[in-house]
């Protein structure tokens, strides 16, 4: 065979990610044909009518480029968490932003901190610029702040507090993050990842955005549109820093980077908080009924603060996933994060969570 191109060395230990399975792929594979996909925490009612109506009137404009700047959806943004547009960066989802943090902060050899389990981006993004990530086990599936706080190093130059956990639902409250933020070197950069703060109810969930406020310069909070707004499927995430912070993420940053049908529909998601309202309202009664279910199966689970419950069936999850599968039901196997036995649920609507409890206790008989 002929000699092929060399990648760099520091990739090979990158393992991809595995997303959740599609229904699509369900469907053709399996030949069923109801299926539901509780896997990937996306919003079981979809998008607010308001966004649908705003990409059918953008996809006549899809012959532009879109606006490089992001200019109205970050107008929006603004007035509504009560920043100036200079703290915010708009992503092709929240994963760019992780990428660019890494691109314009990480050297070969670098470290970042992280709990374990946590979401795997983060390692991602440090081995693709060269850099290892620190891995601190949680304590009862929390983050153990004094424990990542002692594991920075002069190599560390990220921190990753992902709040709410995924995939353990599970939260950091305002007194630990501010101790924990006290103990944080000025040099070393703290990320908030907020993906599912929409959902928490927690009256000591932090006001993240009080320390970007207040000029913090090694805080920097991220956001998506993917989870409770339903647009997983365009990719708009969006950090909150101080401009010093968000000038070099905009060095890396690809021109372009959010096209125009995302933007627009985003600009109309943030308005219709209605629809936002309906989505929390049906995530806590479907939290209220699986806690329920897993209850009468005897089933211990992790309480949750966003929109998945980490469960534990007592058994190997992956088999377990197979056949819920084979009766239409897809979740997430826990193994990926290091707990074969649980899974990860994404509460859906009535209906769902009813097909996934009726399938679970038929493959658990």
Do not use: W
């Amino acid at each position: 065979m002929a000699a092929a191109p060399k990648c760099r060395e520091s990739i090979l230990a990158i393992k991809p990610y595995v997303p959740g399975k599609p229904i699509e792929e369900v469907q053709r594979e399996l030949g069923v044909k109801d299926v539901i996909k509780l896997a990937s925490n996306e919003n079981p009612l979809g998008p607010s009518p308001d966004a649908v109506q705003a990409l059918r009137e953008a996809s006549e404009r899809v012959y532009l480029y879109p606006d490089g700047n992001c200019y109205y959806l970050k107008e929006a943004l603004a007035a509504r968490l009560n920043v100036e547009q200079e703290n915010l960066i708009i992503g092709n989802g929240t994963d760019e932003i992780l990428k660019m943090l890494a691109e314009a902060y990480i050297n070969p050899g670098d470290e970042i901190v992280v709990a374990e389990p946590t979401f795997s981006e983060y390692e991602f993004a440090a081995q693709v610029m060269g850099g290892r990530a620190i891995k601190v086990p949680s304590r009862n599936f929390r983050h153990d702040l004094k424990a990542m706080a002692a594991a920075i190093t002069p190599r560390t130059r990220l921190v990753f507090i992902c709040n709410p956990n995924n995939p353990t639902g599970t939260i950091v409250g305002q007194a630990a993050l501010d101790a924990f933020s006290k103990q944080v070197p000025p040099e070393v950069l703290v990320v908030l990842d907020e993906a599912y703060a929409d959902y928490v109810t927690a009256e000591h969930y932090p006001d993240s955005l009080a320390y970007v406020r207040a000029g913090r310069a090694n805080v920097i909070v991220l956001r998506t549109f993917s989870k409770i707004y339903g647009l997983a499927g365009l990719r708009v995430g969006y950090g909150i820093a101080v401009p010093e912070i968000i000038r070099d993420l905009n060095r890396v940053r690809e021109p372009f980077n959010v096209n125009l049908l995302a933007q627009a529909a985003a600009v109309a998601a943030l308005k219709d908080t209605a629809h936002v309202g309906k989505s929390r309202e049906v995530n806590s009664e479907g939290k209220d009924y699986l806690y329920s279910q897993f209850a009468a199966l005897d089933l211990k689970y992790i309480p949750t603060e966003a929109n998945f419950i980490f469960v534990d069936i007592q058994r190997d999850s992956r088999e377990v996933f197979q056949q819920l599968l084979q009766k239409g039901v897809i979740v997430r196997t826990g193994d990926i994060f290091g707990y074969d036995t649980f899974l990860r649920v994404t509460i859906g609507t009535r209906r769902q969570n009813e097909l996934f409890i009726r399938a679970l206790r038929e493959v658990l008989a």
